[in-house]
């Protein structure tokens, strides 16, 4: 069961032909939608959630929120999240940026990351960039959700992106990087209007193949795709998008206007639910249980010894696509 379309087609390619007599399916993570939802002004919660903003920012007047959730680690880039901002409230000068704020759920040290704080002090002193770190239950994470205008994601390289899911599911638009599975949240498109899928000729669309996509999200097109790896994973891409391209995305976001953008998230919100997307709790554990009852069904013991000729290991080329895709 593959996490991301790109995971399934990299199963695969290494499988080559003995993927014939496997299963392999996309399943993605699955978010309960009566825990994650939007609070609009008609909702019993809507007068808990304006305390909540109004407490957890010290702001009088907020125009925009920006939410950052995940772990402070170098591959999540929160250090090009910050300077991001940065760049966007300069863009929009000094007085509608007094009117802004971006809210970084995550550690503000960590060995595996950076020192936030001195990042922010360093570059950003004036910016209203505000940190939490404490564990928060679902229902607040909810509210963090509902009081943002957009959450941001720039991982070089990413499985998933719990948090984009999250925002969709309580109707928040998203800007992220194009890498991984967070593409796949997107929802991009091909020239017939169709959710893309990978293959060996078009293993990622990091290079920007497809433009189009989910009314929800605004995406970030890498601009350096390098190379790293481990001895147990000997390489993946990093694809690293700029603070300047992400800054413009969410220039874009801010100019649609607080309307626009709830009519956007509430789509993300609808197309998450679907049977498409396969994005909901409900759906997910259906799609696991047909899995699991597949494999049961068609499981094949094995024998109780297998003989094998020992051979010198016959290293095989990459079987996808490196560029020109």
Not at 137 to 163: F, H, I, K, R
């Amino acid at each position: 069961m593959a996490i991301s379309k790109q995971t399934k087609t990299i199963n695969e390619l290494i499988l080559g032909e003995e993927a014939k007599d496997k299963i392999i399916e996309y399943v993605p993570h699955g978010i309960n939608k009566d825990h994650f939802f939007p609070i609009d002004e008609e909702h019993p919660l809507n007068d808990t959630l304006t305390e909540f903003k109004t407490k957890t920012i010290p702001l009088e007047e907020l125009d925009f929120l920006v939410y950052f959730n995940s772990r402070n680690i170098h591959r999540k880039r929160p250090g090009d999240t910050v300077l991001a901002f940065k760049m966007f409230c300069d863009m929009i000068g000094e007085e509608k940026a007094k009117k802004c704020a971006m809210i970084m759920h995550t550690e503000i040290s960590s060995m595996h990351g950076t020192d936030l704080r001195a990042v922010k002090e360093s570059l950003a002193p004036e910016c209203n960039i505000f940190f939490s770190q404490e564990k928060i239950n679902t229902p607040q994470m909810n509210m963090m959700y509902n009081a943002a205008d957009v959450t941001m994601l720039l991982s070089s390289n990413e499985g998933w992106g719990l948090s984009l899911t999250e925002s969709m599911m309580a109707g928040t638009m998203i800007v992220a990087n194009v890498t991984g599975g967070m593409q796949d949240q997107m929802r991009f498109v091909d020239e017939e209007g169709k959710w893309i899928d990978f293959s060996a000729d078009f293993p990622s669309n990091h290079r920007g193949t497809y433009k189009e996509c989910g009314e929800w999200a605004v995406p970030v097109f890498p601009n350096n795709i390098s190379l790293a790896g481990s001895p147990k994973t000997p390489y993946i891409f990093h694809d690293r998008c700029t603070p300047e391209d992400a800054s413009q995305a969410l220039l874009e976001v801010y100019e649609l206007g607080p309307e626009e953008r709830k009519r956007r998230g509430l789509k993300g919100r609808e197309w998450v639910t679907s049977e498409e997307a396969g994005m909901s709790a409900n759906v997910m554990c259906d799609n696991v249980t047909r899995v699991l009852n597949t494999t049961i069904e068609t499981f094949t013991p094995r024998t109780r010894y297998d003989i094998f000729k020992v051979e010198k290991y016959k290293h095989e080329n990459v079987k996808h696509k490196l560029t020109g895709y």
